[in-house]
C-alpha cells in the first residue's frame, strides 16, 4: 500500500510517498529560504503564500520519483500541528480534498512527534521505549516516549526554543539567517571556554528549558548596556569565541537534561530529532555522553532533521489501529 504525505508546517514545503513497512520511496522539499533571508526570518504569510504556489509541483515531484500515480495512493497522511496556522492549513486543505475526491482514509500526524519517529524510520527498526528529544526554531521538547502513538511530555522550553535563540545571537553577532548553520559556522574557529554564559535550570529537578536569558547575556556581552543601535559585529576572534561559547551552553544543557532523564526512567535509549541535530558540535556531545552512560542514540540523517513529510510515516502506525482523521480536521497551531 502506498501512502502520501503532505508537511507544511513553516517554511518548508514537502511530500513523501512510502509503504506500510514503512519504506520511503520518495521525499520532495521545497525550501522557501530565498523568500524570508531579506527578513531575518520565517514570515508567515509569504511562508503561506509560498506553500500555496509549491505544493502541487511538489506532489507531482514525489509521485514521479516513487513512480506510481496518485490513483495508486491508499491513504493520506498530513502533519497538521504543530505550526503557522496560515501555513499549516494549506498542507490540511490539500490532503483533505485529496482524501475525499480519491475516497480513501485521512490521516493525521503530529509534526513533533514525526521528528521522533524519523529515527525510527533511521533505524530501520523498532526503537521503543525511548527517551526523545525534539529541538528545532519551534520547539525544545522532552519525552518519555513508551510506543511510536504514546509520548508523554516530560519538559519543553519555557521561552525561546534552542533553534530559536540559535537564530536570535545570530542576529545579534551579525551573521545572518537562518541562525543555526550560521553560528555553528562561526563557533568552529572560537573557544567555547571564553565567556562563562548562564545555564538556566541546569540544576533543576524538572526537564524544562530556558534560553532567554542566555540569549540576552550573549546581547550584553556582544554590545554592552547601550543596545538601542545594534551593529555587525566584525568578523574577529571574539565574535567566534561568543558564538562558541553560546553554542556550548545550550548544548550543555540540551545533553545533560537527556542524561538525567535517561537515568530517572531507567531507559538507555535516546532519539533525538529536529532540525538543530544537523548541528555537529551537538552530535558529538550526544554521541560522547551516551557512550559514558552505555546508552543507544538514534539520531537521523541529515535529510530527516530538518523538516520533510517522509518522518510522516508514523501515519502507518495509525493506519494499523485505524486511527483516522474526521472530515473536518483542522490545522492546530500549538502542541496539544
Not at 526512567?265 to 555522553?289: D, E, K, Y
Request: net charge neutral; glycine share 8%.
Amino acid at each position: 500500500m502506498y501512502f502520501l504525505a503532505l508537511e507544511s508546517s513553516c517554511d518548508e514545503t514537502a511530500a513523501a510517498v512510502f509503504t506500510e513497512e514503512p519504506r520511503v520511496l520518495s521525499s520532495v522539499v521545497a525550501s522557501q529560504m530565498e523568500y524570508h533571508t531579506p527578513f531575518g526570518g520565517v514570515v508567515p504569510e509569504i511562508a503561506a503564500r509560498a506553500h500555496q504556489q509549491k505544493l502541487i509541483p511538489v506532489i507531482d515531484e514525489a509521485l514521479r520519483q516513487a513512480g506510481i500515480r496518485l490513483a495508486d495512493v491508499g491513504a493520506i497522511a498530513v502533519q497538521n500541528s504543530p505550526g503557522l496556522v496560515g501555513a499549516l492549513l494549506i498542507s490540511v486543505s490539500a490532503a483533505k480534498m485529496l482524501a475525499m475526491t480519491l475516497h480513501i482514509p485521512l490521516i493525521a500526524v503530529n509534526h513533533v512527534a514525526a521528528h521522533i519517529y524519523a529515527c525510527r524510520l533511521a533505524a530501520g527498526r523498532d526503537i521503543f521505549p525511548c527517551i526523545g528529544l525534539v529541538v528545532s526554531g519551534g520547539h525544545t521538547t522532552l519525552f518519555l516516549c513508551h510506543d511510536a502513538l504514546n509520548l508523554q511530555m516530560i519538559g519543553s522550553t519555557r521561552d525561546d526554543a534552542a533553534g530559536e535563540a540559535f537564530d536570535k545571537v545570530s542576529a545579534i553577532l551579525g551573521l545572518g539567517f537562518p541562525g543555526g548553520p550560521r553560528v555553528e559556522q562561526e563557533a568552529r574557529t572560537g573557544n567555547p571556554k571564553a565567556f562563562a554564559f548562564p545555564r538556566s535550570m541546569l540544576e533543576d529537578p524538572h526537564f524544562d528549558f530556558s534560553f532567554s536569558g542566555l540569549k540576552t547575556a550573549v546581547l550584553y556581552t556582544a554590545h554592552g548596556q547601550n543596545v538601542s543601535t545594534i551593529r555587525p559585529l566584525p568578523a574577529d576572534q571574539r565574535r567566534a569565541d561568543l558564538a562558541a561559547s553560546f553554542q556550548q551552553a545550550v548544548i550543555d544543557v540540551l545533553v545533560l537534561k537527556c542524561r538525567r532523564a535517561m537515568r530517572q526512567f531507567r531507559i538507555p535509549r535516546l532519539a533525538v530529532g529536529g532540525g538543530v541535530t544537523a548541528n555537529q558540535a551537538f552530535r558529538g556531545a550526544l554521541q560522547a555522553m551516551c557512550a559514558k552512560e552505555s546508552a543507544e542514540l538514534l539520531i537521523p540523517p541529515m535529510n530527516l532533521c530538518t523538516d520533510n513529510a517522509a518522518m510522516a510515516a508514523l501515519a502507518v502506525e495509525k493506519w494499523r489501529i485505524g486511527d483516522f482523521a474526521p472530515p473536518d480536521l483542522d490545522a492546530q497551531p500549538t502542541l496539544q
